[in-house]
């Protein structure tokens, strides 16, 4: 009867513990009720784990030398990736990456990794349909809420461009980091969460890309050797061979040890770093913009930081701001524009006798007073001048730069702009680049436009239009002729006549190239080829025609028999060498990595007969893995049905494993408009393989429905390509990677495959053209229900996801913990939600979780454990309505 008693009080007990906890923070540990977000000092926003993987020399070298706090934006946790790990995938595969990541960055000194929770759904190297899956407004949110709860000084990001093999989520990761730089000092962008959340504008310092353009020299003195391709580019290198914290060991080998740490990626066998200082090279940063005064002379580690965390030498004091602004980018000679120079005194301290000085050659002219007197703390003082652009001044891009002077030292800073001829012609820009283009000038970084040459692919012997783009700078109605002067090999539209093309207005000429000689290269072998475009007498430009392979594939008189094996007449077409290396290592040889192929269709299929040299057979994955094909041996077939698709998702990419665990072969599409296992997505699939003994390779041979392709083929332009995956590793890593239409990040650029032509073949008749909407697997682990980032969201205020915070009543958060036999159980008060709770012990091992769905009120939630003692209860709590709160309690004995 006693321990009955007891058993029946339990409850009232711990509700009376849990109101006395909500008083007494000894109990219960609410940090992120009661303190605010951290307070970070850089922030690097990346895409997936890993991607800031090589600046983490950099990050450590700014934490050891100045206690630089740095921290992470990761805006999803890369569940799309492949894992050389084990089966995990999805949600779970992004706990394991977001393990890795936060174990690798730590060794740079960084504690805080932000989780975005967006969908990492497959490789892309489109920046649109990136935006697609992650929805711009609401990310764009999440990380401007991000850099108001963290106020970093200084912003690194990735890439902005569609550059040739860059990953879409990662351009659209930095240029999500450009705009929030922007957007997260205007008080009228997101005004809910300085009216709600009780945030403030936050104006980053300075904003740096990643990477640089130019050749970039290895040893001690890279930065100093370092040229940009372009001179106005402000380029710093930071030397990753300075010796490190650890006695005996460079900033390069940390930084190799942390990207070791990225074992799902493969990462884990990374060869080790050189010893020799002169073979090691420097991290790159590129500065997109900056509100303070920096040192023109500085680099090395120091000089990214100058005027944003450490004072520049002989400098304006630490908080001071300058910028300036020219009211237009691109400028005809002899034409003017107006340059404010706005400069701000540092909050505890005025800037006395200010001035501001432009430094422009002697033959540019410059109006206006640069005196703007004592600026007191916290105040801004704006100077205004007219420079007017010399009439002899040449194309090309000018630094404007702006030499401060005050009673409390000098300072520097700087625009660019650009001269442009009256008249210019370029090849029309691919849509993927238009886009970025028209981005970039919305959104205030004109300079970032031109970041990617002009290319247009044509098949080997085939020809194509070729657009022309006329603008027409200056003042007055122009008229003139464009005139091409094709590349050897190449003929020609000669001249292109354009009349009355109005001032600042565009318009497009339609031409004509063709290539006559079908024996010039294609793809990586030297496959682009730049020519001339030139407006009579006024400006040319030289782009470039990228050539990739033709075929034609002919009708099979009868259906070749699936069987892996190429019988004689099977197979009439042209054979197809696909053992060109387009990333990864070189193959040794021959027979360690080459293939060839044949193809034929009948009765609506295309039959596909390859056969691969190869000496070792990479991992032999068992039949339910069948995915991430890139991680040991397999074969891609990739299909844009009409040869215009932007980026796969209007294509069809079946991969193919020439074997098993259980000795068969196996197939799934990939990264197309439709993934998942082959009998889901291919109804109607055929394949066969034949695996050598002993090993020299395989055959594989396939019959694929075309009604599985997404949209009816143009059967004069299908895009097609094969490629070969090469493994000659047991740890599911990749070594080489082999196809048909080589060239960098090929496998998503369908404007890239080669052109087929198939021979006599019409699409049935109500087949529809377009293709269906793109299956994309939006499928992403939330912050609330990872232990690691609901600890760090209770320790500092970031919130969870990026999301806004759930305060007073509108939050669940967890009270009470006590243990009984194996089995926690959590006491939570507050709102209607789901909460996720997790139990650890001592050193943070997770020992069991549970997902609730709460009312309002009280509720004891039992989780069962294994593994350990358990030491803490942690809660990742989400309202109906999206808000999310942390909560952690020490467990009770």
């Known amino acids: 009867m006693k321990r009955a008693w007891l058993t029946g009080l339990l409850p009232v007990a711990a509700a009376l513990v849990a109101l006395v906890a909500m008083e007494d923070p ?72 977001e393990a890795e990541e936060r174990r690798a960055v730590a060794r740079a000194g960084i504690t805080e990794v932000l989780n975005l929770d967006e969908a990492d759904f497959y490789y892309t190297v489109s920046s649109p349909l990136t935006e697609q899956g992650w929805q711009h407004k609401d990310v764009l949110g999440k990380l401007v809420r991000a850099i108001r709860q963290t106020r970093p ?29 922007r957007v997260a000092a205007d008080p009228a962008a997101y005004p809910e969460q300085l009216r709600e959340e009780g945030l403030r504008p936050w104006a980053v ?36 061979g300075r010796p490190s914290t650890v006695a005996g060991r460079s900033w390069a080998q940390e930084e190799r040890s942390a990207q070791r740490e990225y074992v799902t990626q493969g990462w884990a066998g990374f060869p080790d770093v050189p010893t020799d200082p002169k073979l090691i090279g420097c991290d790159w940063f590129t500065q997109v913009a900056s509100r303070v005064p920096f040192s023109p002379t500085a680099n090395g580690p120091d000089g990214p930081l100058h005027g944003a965390l450490i004072p520049a030498p002989g400098g304006l004091p630490l908080g001071t701001g300058a910028e300036v602004e020219a009211g237009k980018f691109s400028l005809v000679a002899g034409t003017q524009v107006p340059v404010k120079v706005t400069v701000t005194a540092p909050e505890n301290r005025a800037l006395t006798r200010v001035s501001a000085k432009l430094g422009l050659p002697a033959d540019w002219q410059v109006t206006g007073s640069g005196r703007l007197g004592t600026v007191l703390p916290g105040r801004s003082a704006t100077a205004e001048f007219t420079v007017t652009v010399p009439s002899a001044a040449k194309p090309g891009r000018v630094r404007i730069p702006v030499e401060l002077g005050s009673g409390n030292g000098t300072g520097y800073t700087e625009t660019v702009i650009a001269v442009v001829p009256e008249l210019t012609a370029e090849q029309q820009p691919l849509p993927q680049v238009a886009q970025f283009r028209d981005w970039a000038q919305r959104s205030g970084v004109p300079a970032l436009a031109d970041l990617v040459p002009p290319v247009l692919t044509l098949p080997s012997g085939g020809d194509r239009e070729l657009p ?59 496959g682009d080829y730049r020519y001339t475009l030139a407006v009579t007498g006024v400006s040319s430009s030289t782009p470039a025609l990228e050539l990739v392979p033709r075929t034609t594939i002919p009708k099979a008189a009868t259906a070749p028999a699936v069987d892996g094996v190429v019988a004689p007449g099977e197979y009439a077409g042209p054979e197809l060498d696909i053992s060109t290396r387009w990333e990864g290592e070189e193959c040794a040889a021959a027979a360690d990595c080459s293939a060839k192929a044949k193809l034929a269709w009948h009765n609506d299929t295309l039959y596909a007969a390859v056969t691969v040299t190869d000496d070792k057979l990479g991992s032999v994955l068992a039949a339910a893995d069948c995915k991430r094909h890139w991680r040991t041996d397999a074969l891609e077939l990739a299909i844009d049905p009409r040869g215009k698709s932007e980026n796969t998702s209007t294509t069809l990419k079946l991969a193919v494993f020439p074997t098993t665990t259980e000795g068969k072969p196996c197939a799934a599409r990939d990264a197309d408009n439709f993934q998942g296992p082959a009998a889901e997505t291919v109804p109607g699939l055929k394949i066969a393989s034949k695996v050598s003994s002993p090993y020299t390779g395989y055959t594989i041979e396939l019959a694929l429905p075309l009604a599985a392709v997404p949209g009816a083929l143009d059967p004069a332009k299908v895009g097609l390509n094969l490629f070969v995956y090469d493994s000659d590793t047991q740890d599911k890593t990749g070594q080489t990677r082999i196809g048909w239409s080589t060239w960098g990040g090929v496998q998503g650029d369908p404007y890239r495959w080669g052109q087929a032509t198939f021979d006599g073949y019409t699409p049935p008749s109500g087949r529809p053209v377009e293709p269906p909407p793109a299956k994309l697997p939006l499928i992403a682990l939330s912050s609330v229900d990872s232990a690691q980032s609901v600890a760090q969201s209770a320790r500092t205020g970031i919130s969870l ?79 109906p309505d999206g808000k999310v709160a942390a909560s952690r309690v020490r467990v009770g004995w």
């Open 26 to 97: 000894a109990t219960a540990v609410d940090e992120q009720a009661a303190r605010p977000a951290v307070d970070l000092d850089a922030l690097f926003v990346g895409a997936h784990p890993d991607d800031e993987a090589f600046a983490l020399s950099t990050f450590g070298q700014w934490h050891a030398d100045h206690q630089v706090r740095a921290g992470v934006v990761t805006i999803t946790r890369g569940e799309g990736g492949g894992n050389a790990a084990g089966p995990e995938e999805g949600p779970e595969l992004g706990r394991l990456r």
């Open 153 to 181: 000084e200084l912003v690194v990001t990735m890439d902005p461009a569609p550059t040739p093999g860059n990953h879409g989520n990662h351009q659209y990761a930095a240029r999500l980091a450009i705009e929030a730089y």
């Open 205 to 240: 310092k300075r904003l740096l890309t990643g990477g640089a353009r130019g050749q970039q020299p290895a040893g001690p003195d890279c930065a100093a050797k370092f040229t940009p391709a372009e001179v106005t580019d402000r380029v710093y290198g930071v030397w990753d």
């Open 468 to 526: 022309v783009l006329v603008r027409n700078n200056a003042s007055a109605t122009r008229s003139g002729t464009v005139t091409i002067t094709p590349p050897t090999g190449f003929s020609a539209t000669a001249s292109l006549p354009f009349t009355g093309l109005a001032a600042g207005a565009s318009t497009t000429l339609s031409g004509k190239v063709t290539n006559t000689d079908a024996g010039l290269r294609t793809g990586m072998q030297g």
């Open 801 to 879: 996801g990026g999301k806004p915070i759930a305060s007073g009543r509108e939050a669940a958060r967890v009270r009470s913990a006590r243990t009984h036999g194996d089995t926690v159980t959590a006491g939570v008060l507050g709102a209607r939600g789901t909460a996720h709770v997790f139990v650890l012990d001592k050193d943070g091992k997770l020992l069991g979780r549970k997902t609730v769905e709460l009312s309002r009120g009280w509720r004891e939630v039992p989780v069962a454990v294994t593994g350990g003692r358990p030491a803490e209860v942690l809660l990742g709590f989400e309202t």
